[in-house]
T-cell receptor, first 116, second 112 residues
Framework: DTAVSQTPKYLVTQMGNDKSIKCEQN?????MYWYKQDSKKFLKIMFS???????INETVPNRFSPKSPDKAHLNLHINSLELGDSAVYFC???????????????FGQGTRLTVV | AQSVTQLGSHVSVSEGALVLLRCNYS??????LFWYVQYPNQGLQLLLK??????LVKGINGFEAEFKKSETSFHLTKPSAHMSDAAEYFC??????????FGSGTRLQVQP
């Protein structure tokens, strides 16, 4: 069974469209994240949720909206897609609940988003 | 605030040679440090982590890293490179309640 799964793996869409990426984890973790990896492989945190509560919201355009229906799911909805949104988006989860940050994150396979 | 600097975006070694990937960190509180590996078109996989126990940490696939507080470093090493080690390697730091902050990555090439 895949621990952290994302769908779709590839997403090609036109500018201005709205799209969603889904993420599910079956590890029983309380915390989930979205990371963006740009064309130079740089990974940057976008959001983190702990038990459905938003914990981290980095400087991300408000066109990006995370939604956590339960602690096993964290979906990413993107409105009015722009060329610069093209990247690989990774979902991750961890057992982190103490606030100490000493637990590793488990990553999904990534969603390669291409905006044309 | 926390940050990670990986020295060298590309490292090339011969098969059987020593692998050394450099990572320096900055953190205002005692850090937790991680090394992840990313194979092409894959997600990130944890290699090893330092969480304030032993300063020499052993990970998977024969990799290890040593935490040196005086040098604010957490370099990754492997005595003998294999072709299968070719991948992108990321150092990451976590301090406090923040999520992992990653370095810019180092691409390891292994020459036959």
């Amino acid at each position: 069974d895949t621990a952290v799964s994302q769908t779709p793996k590839y997403l090609v869409t036109q500018m201005g469209n709205d799209k969603s990426i889904k993420c599910e984890q079956n590890l029983g973790h309380d915390t989930m994240y979205w990371y963006k990896q740009d064309s130079k492989k740089f990974l940057k945190i976008m959001f983190s949720y702990n038990n459905k509560e938003l914990i981290i919201n980095e400087t991300v355009p408000n066109r990006f909206s995370p939604k956590s229906p339960d602690k096993a799911h964290l979906n990413l909805h993107i409105n009015s897609l722009e060329l610069g949104d093209s990247a690989v988006y990774f979902c991750a989860s961890s057992q982190e609940r103490t606030g100490r940050g000493n637990t590793e994150a488990f990553f999904g396979q990534g969603t390669r988003l291409t905006v044309v | 605030a926390q940050s990670v600097t990986q020295l060298g975006s590309h490292v090339s070694v011969s098969e059987g040679a020593l692998v050394l990937l450099r990572c320096n960190y900055s953190s205002s509180v005692p850090p937790y440090l991680f090394w992840y590996v990313q194979y092409p078109n894959q997600g990130l996989q944890l290699l090893l982590k330092y969480t304030s126990a032993a300063t020499l940490v052993k990970g998977i696939n024969g990799f290890e890293a040593e935490f040196k507080k005086s040098e604010t470093s957490f370099h990754l090493t492997k005595p003998s490179a294999h072709m299968s080690d070719a991948a992108e390697y990321f150092c990451a730091v976590s301090a406090g309640r923040r999520a992992l902050t990653f370095g810019s990555g180092t691409r390891l090439q292994v020459q036959p």
